[in-house]
């Protein structure tokens, strides 16, 4: 017999092997995935018992009462991080832009104004107006937000990056100095309360209707995610192959402006605005995960509300004098900033 091999026996060998690799290939992908997941739930989890260890008086182990004191603060950051993270995975495929973030956009300081203007509103008498919390003017207040950014971010058709930055600093920066000139209009005795929410309040007993309400959004908003990734793996593509996929753009993209806004707004509602942490958690989903958004539109979430707990708790471990505990945006603003400028560097303003 010759020593050559016959040519199909030759294409059986490679296609053998070939078939190896690729099943190689795939189980080391799926084990990637599982060792993501678990380090994932294993930092919520730490998050979780870190924040129930510390509290007002420092450490202590976190007997029954003491659950029972600090759930109301845990869930509410657990909520309004999650709606963060959730809103800021939705916005960077709706921009294609790794930058795009409730409070970079401005999102944020545009629902903190909504919420100021209708709780003025309220102590002039129409309380109607924050009957539900303010749910509604912060959803309205980051949606209009969004819109005004987009608006202005677009140059010949299509949306500019930089363009898109500067027209959230903009939007942010006019949205934080009204909000101010509200402060002060404000009577003496709720100027105080608002003025702690704006810097970013993680209340101890939230109210009900706004948690129960930011919990039932984000459940319903979670799902549709999920069940749309491919719509949004779809949405980071060039228009005609999104088109060609049968993904209506126009129309996700517009469900895109309504979700990411009253997200944003619900987290709002709860905590105040709170910078960087729905930019930070879809990055670190992405790094564990991939760019695939059936996994990022359930890690983000998660991260979210993981990191927004680890700043409530770590913010208790810095004494201010006087004024007992750093704001919680403070600890997020310092720990996110240098962050987003990583990120920034590293895409140079490109789109995804």
Known sequence: MSDRCHPACGARSTTSTGSRRSSADTANAARSRTTAWLVIIALAGLAVLLRLMLGARGWSWPTSDIVDLRMGALVSAAVAGASL???????????????????????????????????????????WLIADGGMVAASLGSALALILVVAAGRRHGAIDPVTLLLAGVVVASVAGALTILVQYLMPPSSRGDLMAWAMGRIPELPERVPLMAGAMLLASIGWWSVMRARWLDAACTADDEASSLGVDLPVLRWKLVVFSGAL?????????????????????????????HRGLVVASPILGATLLIAADALRRVVP?????????AVVTAVLGGPVFLWVLRRHGGRHT
């Open 85 to 127: 993270g959730s809103s800021g995975v939705l916005l960077q495929a709706l921009l294609r832009n790794p930058l795009a973030s409730p409070f970079v956009l401005g999102l944020s300081s545009g629902a903190g104004l909504a919420v100021s203007v209708a709780s003025l509103a309220a102590s002039w008498g129409a309380a």
């Open 264 to 292: 944003a707004g619900s987290s709002v509602v709860l905590c105040g605005p709170i910078a960087f942490v729905g930019f930070v958690a879809p990055h670190i989903a992405r790094l564990l995960l991939g760019a695939g």
């Open 320 to 328: 201010i004098p006087g004024s007992g505990t750093l704001p919680v």
